[in-house]
C-alpha cells in the first residue's frame, strides 16, 4: 500500500494549522541545544518520547502539516507524490537510536502518533510502545484483543473487520473473534491499553521529550502537558513551531535524525542498523509492563 493512506480517510474539515514555515538553528546553537538535551537526559529517571511524523520523513513517508505535508498540499489541490510503499519502508536513524537508548535504559516508555509501523520494525518491544492512532501492519481481534503483527499492510482502515478470524484465546483455546484493522480514522475512539499506557508514563516522566511532532492532535499532542503538570521538564524537538513552545524547557529546531545523530554520539553510545525482518510475529506482540 502506498504511504499515502491518507486519501483513504473519511473527509474530515479541521486538520489543525498546515504549512507554517520551518526554522532551524545554526550549527553552534544546535550543538548547544544537542549538549543540553544530553543533560537532561541524563538527569532524569523516567524519559518519555513522542513521536510524530517528521520522525518518518527520512524513510521516505510524507508528513501531514509541513511544508510538503499531505494535508499541506490538500489545501493547495495537490497530491503528494511518492512512490514508496509502507512494505519498502525502513526505521530511520532517529527510530533505530530510540531502541539503543530503551535498551540503555535512558527511556522507559515510547508513545506514537504514527501508523506506519517503523518503531515494531526497528525492534522497539511492543511492552516499551503505545501506537495511539494505530498500525498499518496489525490487525486486532474484537473479542479477546489479540493482536496480529502482519508482514504486509492490513488492507483496511478504521476499525473495519478484515476478514480474518482470531485463532487464540477462549477456554477451548479458540476464539473465534472478528479481525479488524486498528487504523483510527477521524473522531474513532483511540485504543484504550495504548491510551491509558501513554497517560501513566506521562505524568510519571520527569522528562518528556517530543520529536517530529506539532503536537495539535487532541488527545495525543496533550499528553507531554501531564509530565509539566507533574513537574517534569518538557523538550520539543521541531522543525515547525508548536504551541507548547513557551511551556518548553528546551526547544530545538533542527532534524531529529542530525539531533539524535549528535545525541547518541555525545552519549558514547551506537545506532543499531536496521534489522532485515520484522522482529514481532504475528499473535507475539505484547503488553507486559517494563519495568
Not at 183 to 193: A, T
Not at 221 to 237: A, D, M, R, S, Y
Not at 238 to 252: E, F, H, R, S
Request: with cysteine; glycine share 10%.
Amino acid at each position: 500500500m502506498s504511504v499515502d493512506y491518507a486519501s483513504r480517510l473519511s473527509k474530515y474539515e479541521n486538520k489543525g494549522v498546515c504549512g507554517v514555515e520551518e526554522v532551524f538553528d545554526n550549527p553552534e546553537k544546535l550543538r548547544e541545544k544537542v549538549d543540553l538535551l544530553c543533560s537532561l537526559l541524563k538527569a532524569a529517571k523516567h524519559v518519555v518520547v513522542h513521536t510524530g511524523a517528521g520522525i518518518s520523513t527520512a524513510a521516505g513517508i510524507p508528513d501531514f502539516r509541513g511544508p510538503k505535508g499531505v494535508w499541506t498540499l490538500e489545501e493547495k489541490g495537490e497530491k503528494v507524490k511518492t512512490d514508496i510503499q509502507f512494505e519498502d519502508a525502513m526505521p530511520t536513524l532517529t527510530h533505530r537510536a530510540l531502541v539503543m537508548l530503551v535498551e540503555a535504559g535512558l527511556i522507559k516508555y515510547v508513545i506514537s502518533q504514527n501508523v506506519d509501523g517503523l518503531h515494531l520494525k526497528s525492534s522497539l518491544l511492543r511492552s516499551h510502545l503505545s501506537e495511539l492512532h494505530g498500525n498499518i501492519f496489525m490487525e486486532i481481534c474484537d473479542k479477546c484483543g489479540k493482536e496480529y503483527l502482519r508482514e504486509g499492510v492490513v488492507q483496511t482502515v478504521g476499525l473495519k473487520k478484515t476478514g480474518n478470524v482470531c485463532n487464540g484465546g477462549g477456554s477451548r483455546g479458540r476464539c473465534r473473534g472478528k479481525l479488524r484493522d486498528s487504523v483510527l480514522d477521524w473522531e474513532d475512539p483511540l485504543p484504550k491499553v495504548d491510551l491509558e499506557r501513554a497517560e501513566n508514563h506521562s505524568r510519571r516522566a520527569d522528562l518528556s521529550l517530543c520529536l517530529g511532532t506539532t503536537l495539535q492532535i487532541v488527545p495525543s499532542g496533550t499528553l507531554p502537558l501531564l509530565t509539566k503538570k507533574n513537574g517534569g521538564k518538557l523538550v520539543i524537538c521541531n522543525l515547525q513551531p508548536t504551541k507548547y513552545d513557551k511551556m518548553a524547557d528546551l526547544v530545538i529546531h533542527g532534524y531529529v535524525d542530525e539531533v539524535m545523530e549528535a545525541l547518541m554520539s555525545k552519549l558514547g553510545l551506537s545506532i543499531p542498523p536496521a534489522p532485515p525482518l520484522w522482529p514481532c510475529k504475528a499473535g507475539t506482540a505484547s503488553f507486559s509492563d517494563p519495568k
